[in-house]
């Protein structure tokens, strides 16, 4: 009984989460040449585009970070304008290495059952100059509903991004579909939040454990 509960939870939650019709866009040509090593250091998100149509990343800023284990994304955000959160996942570096920017992102969830506990998803690199703006995209797919999700982050080393910068950044979107002009623009006056929370939690950007 419970088992059924959560999947028609978790069904009407996906309904509202994967809006757009078919699979993830194929074949998109992302950052030549991309180089991680270039990526580090503080990134802001000053532009945010979720097909869900929800604001669950407010004030967004993205790190890498250098472990024993591998490298990692910390990825913060301001919950509701109060309490600042963060996540942390291992970057997948692609085998491939003619692809360096199709990047994913692993996630691990220790109270979850044992074939939920990872969960990846894409973290794919569009455009970047490494100084001054950066556009980084995630997509699900759902068979079931045969609908997908997308989250765009146009970043930028600052909290403002100068118009030829966005001009570059925006422009490869058309591939993703995604109309500049619905991009969120980030209101970082309003991102000073009260309290900071030392443990890292979920991310709102990268939801489904399992392709529903
Ligand atoms: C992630 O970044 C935030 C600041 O954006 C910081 O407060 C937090 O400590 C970082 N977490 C880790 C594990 O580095
Ligand atoms: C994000 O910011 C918008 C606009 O300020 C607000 O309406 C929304 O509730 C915020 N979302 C979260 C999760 O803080």
Not at 110 to 116: G, S, T
Not at 154 to 176: C, D, F, G, W, Y
């Amino acid at each position: 009984m419970l088992r059924i509960l959560i999947f028609v939870s978790l069904l009407c939650n996906v309904f509202g989460y994967f809006t757009l019709p078919g699979k993830c866009p194929e074949r998109v040509n992302l950052k030549e040449d991309f180089r991680l090593a270039e990526f580090y250091n503080d990134w802001y998100q000053t532009y945010s585009y979720s097909s869900d149509g929800h604001r669950h990343n407010n004030c967004s800023v993205l790190n890498l970070i250098t472990k024993p284990t591998g490298i990692y994304l910390n990825q913060s955000r301001v919950d509701r304008g109060l309490f600042h959160r963060y996540s942390v996942g291992r970057m997948v570096i692609p085998s491939d290495i003619e692809k360096p920017a199709y990047l994913d992102i692993e996630f691990q969830f220790e109270n979850a059952p044992r074939r939920l506990k990872t969960r990846r998803y894409p973290f794919r690199v569009l455009a970047t100059n490494y100084n001054y703006y950066a556009t980084v995209y995630t997509c699900e797919y759902s068979p079931l509903i045969d609908k997908h999700f997308i989250y765009v982050w146009v970043l930028s080393r600052s909290h403002l991004l100068n118009e030829v910068s966005l001009a570059l950044a925006t422009k490869p979107l058309q591939q993703i579909g995604v109309d500049p002009a619905k991009l969120v623009k980030e209101d970082w006056s309003k991102c000073q939040p009260k309290y900071y929370e030392d443990q890292a939690t979920e991310p709102m950007t990268f939801r489904y454990p399992v392709p529903i």
